[in-house]
């Protein structure tokens, strides 16, 4: 049994459709983040789950219950929002507390709820505060605190790290997924991070134009991106035009001829298209020899990005980046290798 299940979700807006035919399954403790750019539909989606919104079609399980028709205050679900959406006018504790009171949960079981979430997000200090008083870490740890003493089947969480900065953003990030595994929650999260999406989740839906084009594991969506969207959203890829010329002499070996020369390429695949595009990401580079494929070309721009640089490479007509670690590497001319694993075949 599924703690979630979402079947064919559609959502129309007079002639706009901003989801199509979404289905997702999402089992118990499980993290899936719903991932992708502005206007692909994953806020819509969330809202769809937690009952704010409608759907056109379609339907909403939670433990196995269709509740499509259920208001949100009383799906088994809880929110937490990207503004924290806190009453400015209680205390830490009061927030904390306000649903519990509203469900007319008993006072010895509301203490001994209140009690462990409070001590689980290191909140004991701060509850007579208002949230004005708070940091935003501290917002979003009472925002997440006030979503875990509901107790919910699925949590929920609308891009609750945005208005953090970078170093709290991070500490913060950990602080969700340290709480959400210690809890056993079903989580679903969205974010337009792609940072944020591969730390957190046990598996990564990306959304464009209202579909979900690919749903992984962090790495394999990482590493084999289906197309040629996934490859460019999901960190830094390369994406290269090549023809079939024929079989490898090893077993899942093909041979391409692309714009950067001729590439061996291993795919499970029973057959090929004549004409497809070739993915590589740009830290899958490597220095020493291999007898895969070795490409040479020249450096046109250096940048220093800290724990790498980013440099981009002219292989006859067309630029390629890559990631290196080494600043002795970096003459005019440059020389690596591309292990045939690394290089993926993407469909249109």
Same mark, same amino acid.
């Given at each position: 049994?599924?703690?979630?299940?979402?079947?064919?979700?559609k959502?129309?807006?007079?002639? /706009?459709?901003?989801?199509?035919?979404?289905?997702?399954?999402?089992k118990?403790?499980?993290?899936?983040?719903?991932?992708?750019?502005?206007?692909?539909? %994953?806020?819509?989606l969330?809202?769809? $789950?937690?009952?704010f919104?409608?759907?056109?079609?379609?339907?909403? #399980?939670?433990?196995?219950?269709? =509740?499509?028709?259920?208001?949100?205050?009383?799906?088994?679900?809880?929110?937490?929002?990207?503004?924290?959406?806190?009453?400015?006018?209680?205390? =830490?504790? *009061?927030?904390?507390?306000f649903?519990?009171? *509203?469900?007319?949960?008993?006072?010895?079981?509301?203490?001994?709820?209140?009690?462990?979430?409070?001590?689980?997000?290191?909140?004991?200090?701060?509850?007579?505060?208002?949230?004005?008083?708070?940091?935003?870490? *501290? *917002?979003?740890?009472?925002a997440?605190?006030?979503?875990?003493v509901?107790?919910?089947?699925?949590?929920?969480?609308?891009?609750?790290?945005?208005?953090?900065?970078?170093?709290?953003?991070?500490? =913060?990030?950990?602080?969700?997924?340290?709480?959400?595994?210690?809890?056993?929650?079903?989580?679903?999260?969205?974010?337009?991070?792609?940072?944020?999406?591969?730390?957190?989740?046990?598996?990564?839906?990306?959304?464009?134009?209202?579909?979900?084009?690919? $749903?992984?594991?962090?790495?394999?969506?990482?590493?084999?991106?289906?197309?040629? /969207?996934?490859?460019? /959203?999901?960190?830094?890829?390369n994406?290269?035009?090549? %023809?079939?010329?024929?079989?490898?002499?090893?077993?899942?070996?093909?041979?391409?001829?692309?714009?950067?020369?001729?590439?061996?390429?291993?795919?499970?695949?029973?057959? =090929?298209?004549?004409?497809?595009? $070739?993915?590589?990401?740009?830290?899958?580079?490597?220095?020493?020899?291999?007898?895969?494929?070795?490409?040479?070309?020249? $450096?046109?721009?250096i940048? /220093?990005?800290?724990?790498?640089?980013e440099?981009?490479?002219?292989?006859?007509?067309?630029?390629?980046?890559?990631?290196?670690?080494?600043k002795?590497?970096?003459?005019?001319?440059?020389?690596? #290798?591309?292990?045939?694993?690394?290089l993926?075949i993407?469909?249109?």
């Amino acid at each position: 049994m599924y703690s979630l299940e979402v079947r064919n979700i559609k959502m129309k807006y007079d002639n /706009f459709t901003a989801l199509s035919d979404v289905s997702l399954k999402v089992k118990k403790g499980e993290f899936v983040t719903l991932l992708g750019p502005s206007g692909c539909g %994953k806020t819509t989606l969330l809202k769809i $789950i937690s009952g704010f919104i409608t759907p056109s079609n379609g339907n909403v #399980f939670i433990n196995n219950e269709d =509740v499509t028709k259920t208001p949100p205050e009383t799906r088994d679900t809880a929110m937490c929002f990207q503004s924290y959406a806190l009453f400015p006018h209680l205390s =830490v504790l *009061q927030n904390l507390s306000f649903g519990l009171i *509203q469900r007319k949960v008993d006072t010895k079981k509301r203490s001994q709820i209140l009690e462990e979430v409070v001590a689980q997000l290191e909140l004991t200090t701060e509850l007579e505060k208002l949230p004005n008083q708070l940091s935003g870490g *501290q *917002q979003q740890r009472v925002a997440l605190g006030r979503a875990l003493v509901m107790r919910p089947e699925v949590i929920l969480f609308d891009e609750p790290l945005s208005n953090l900065d970078a170093l709290l953003r991070e500490s =913060v990030r950990i602080e969700i997924k340290r709480i959400v595994k210690l809890f056993n929650l079903t989580a679903i999260y969205v974010t337009h991070d792609q940072h944020e999406a591969l730390s957190l989740s046990d598996r990564i839906a990306l959304l464009h134009e209202g579909s979900i084009i690919q $749903i992984d594991d962090s790495e394999t969506i990482y590493t084999s991106p289906k197309n040629k /969207f996934v490859a460019n /959203f999901l960190g830094s890829s390369n994406i290269i035009s090549a %023809k079939l010329i024929k079989k490898g002499n090893k077993k899942n070996e093909w041979i391409f001829q692309s714009e950067i020369g001729k590439l061996v390429v291993y795919s499970e695949e029973v057959s =090929v298209k004549p004409d497809v595009h $070739i993915s590589w990401r740009s830290e899958k580079v490597t220095f020493n020899k291999s007898s895969d494929n070795k490409i040479k070309g020249k $450096i046109e721009n250096i940048f /220093f990005l800290g724990s790498h640089y980013e440099v981009f490479v002219k292989v006859n007509k067309e630029i390629v980046k890559i990631n290196v670690s080494n600043k002795h590497l970096l003459n005019k001319e440059i020389t690596f #290798f591309l292990d045939k694993r690394d290089l993926k075949i993407l469909e249109d």
